[in-house]
């Protein structure tokens, strides 16, 4: 299973981007999604997750109300709809299989894309 992101790019704060995760190699619909943030200098970690079908999704406190997670199995994709984009939000951004794990996801595999980067700035 091999995921390609896209989508990222240099926005000011308070603009909106929408990032996109095409799966390959398997059906998406078999796994949990989530989309994982590396800030410069800083450890990868996960923001937010959906569920197989769509029906459960979860995202940390610091995207609440502005970040969107959302999948679309017949396409096998996996979006990432981010509003109000604040400084902070600046990162590489991935997807990977995952499974629930408190407010976003434990990835399955440690196997990653090449990202997309995110950087947010006046």
């Known amino acids: 299973l091999q995921f390609v992101e896209s989508g990222g790019g240099l926005v000011q704060p308070g603009e909106s981007l929408r990032l996109s995760c095409v799966a390959s190699g398997a059906s998406l619909d078999l796994y949990a999604i989530g989309w994982f943030r590396q800030a410069p200098g800083k450890e990868r970690t996960g923001i937010a997750c959906i569920s197989r079908s769509g029906g459960s999704r979860n995202n940390i406190d610091d995207v609440e109300g502005r970040f969107t997670i959302s999948r679309d199995n017949a396409k096998n994709t996996v979006y990432l709809q981010m509003n109000s984009l604040k400084p902070e939000d600046t990162g590489v951004y991935y997807c990977?299989?995952?499974?629930?794990?408190?407010?976003?996801?434990?990835?399955?595999?440690?196997?990653w894309g090449q990202g997309t980067q995110v950087t947010v700035s006046s």
């Open positions: 990977a299989a995952g499974t629930f794990s408190g407010s976003s996801c434990r990835p399955l595999f440690d196997s």
